[in-house]
């Protein structure tokens, strides 16, 4: 991508680009950012889905870059049937802390690039609270803890509409793997109202440790997840399968088998859902488990998905038992029910086995 005043000047020709640009004008008035645009647009075969990113240097309450996105909305014209929202209902912005370079990062641009290949192939939008592990530093080659990100409103953007639909200006805010397994326990936003003490505006920052070596917004956090609960729903996991075993004089018997980097993180989920009274679903390539809170352990096969019914001692058992090693147990509060954990193979881009769990 390379700065492309041709691009930007098309904008002003577009409905749904100038809705955008009326926020920003707002904000930042007066003020010219850098604004880097693509060679060749998606739809004629080129790489990059967003149109343009937008780049506006800030120096309060620190020093960052203020990244903005075009064309997860409709900027020429309405294409999307949905005639409540434009497009897919949201561009994405990013606050980068500044380390004293003169120009914005262009590994920011290419992450929020890849960030749109995903929503584009798939279909699937962001929405505030969503979470996304990055498996590996988000500035790839880069010795950072960061390796995640979650999404909320931005706190100065917030939402706006345009002739094809109202939309939201979602933040990426950058996170360690410890941010995110307390996220699943627990969930974004009130972490991310958390985060504000350390990060405000939500600020990415590379250079910075886990926030939850700060004693006081561990225990703030810890105290959360008892008192409301994960908001985690759905988990998806690659090694996820069940398989049933008849028996003649008694009732059948199930082995559900994950993963163990997968087990470590349904152990953590698991009492913030069932013990609040919330289901949760586990959903695999080909299959799926929903584990629902009951006073009676039983299971039900359901439309080729495996019903877990589990009260407080089972789930107390499971998220005990459960843990990143391979091994295969039975519960002793459900004896109809295997626990199989295999090891995960975890892989470079390029298909390498860079670490194995379990």
């Not at 908001?231 to 003649?248: A, D, P, Q």
Request: glycine share 8%.
């Amino acid at each position: 991508m390379k700065e492309d005043e041709e691009l930007q000047d098309q904008g002003d020709q577009a409905p749904g680009w100038d809705a955008i640009d009326a926020v920003l004008n707002k904000r930042y008035p007066g003020v010219e950012p850098f604004h880097y645009g693509t060679l060749i647009s998606y739809r004629l075969g080129g790489p990059d889905p967003l149109n343009g990113v937008s780049v506006y240097a800030c120096e309060e309450p620190a020093p960052h870059w203020h990244y903005v996105t075009y064309g997860f909305t409709e900027l020429y014209e309405k294409e999307f049937e949905n005639t409540e929202y434009s497009g897919f209902g949201f561009e994405l912005t990013m606050r980068l802390a500044r380390e004293g370079e003169e120009q914005p990062p262009a590994w920011a641009i290419n992450f929020l690039q890849n960030l749109a290949r995903y929503v584009f192939s798939s279909g699937n939008g962001f929405q505030s609270g969503h979470h996304l592990d990055a498996n590996g530093p988000i500035e790839a080659e880069r010795d950072t803890p960061i390796t995640a990100v979650a999404f909320a409103e931005d706190p100065e953007l917030g939402q706006a509409s345009s002739p094809f639909g109202k939309f939201q200006f979602l933040q990426v805010v950058g996170i360690t793997a410890d941010e995110l397994d307390m996220i699943k326990v627990w969930n974004t936003r009130s972490f991310l109202d958390l985060a504000q003490k350390r990060l405000p505006l939500y600020l990415t920052d590379l250079t910075r440790t886990s926030l939850l070596e700060d004693a006081e917004i561990r225990a703030a956090a810890e105290l959360g997840v008892r008192t409301e609960g994960s908001s985690t729903g759905v988990l998806y996991f690659e090694s996820l399968s069940w398989e049933e075993k008849r028996n003649l004089l008694k009732s059948n018997s199930y082995t559900l088998q994950l993963g163990a980097k997968q087990a470590e993180t349904l152990a953590r989920i698991l009492a913030g859902r069932l013990l609040h009274d919330r289901d949760l679903s586990l959903m695999g390539p080909d299959t799926g488990v929903l584990m629902i809170p009951d006073v009676q352990n039983r299971v039900v096969e359901l439309d080729n998905a495996l019903h877990l019914y589990l009260n407080a001692d089972a789930v107390a058992e499971l998220t005990r038992r459960l843990v990143p090693k391979e091994s295969e147990f039975q519960l002793d509060t459900m004896n109809s029910l295997t626990i199989r954990i295999v090891k995960t193979l975890m892989r470079d881009p390029d298909g390498n086995i860079v670490e194995t769990i379990g």
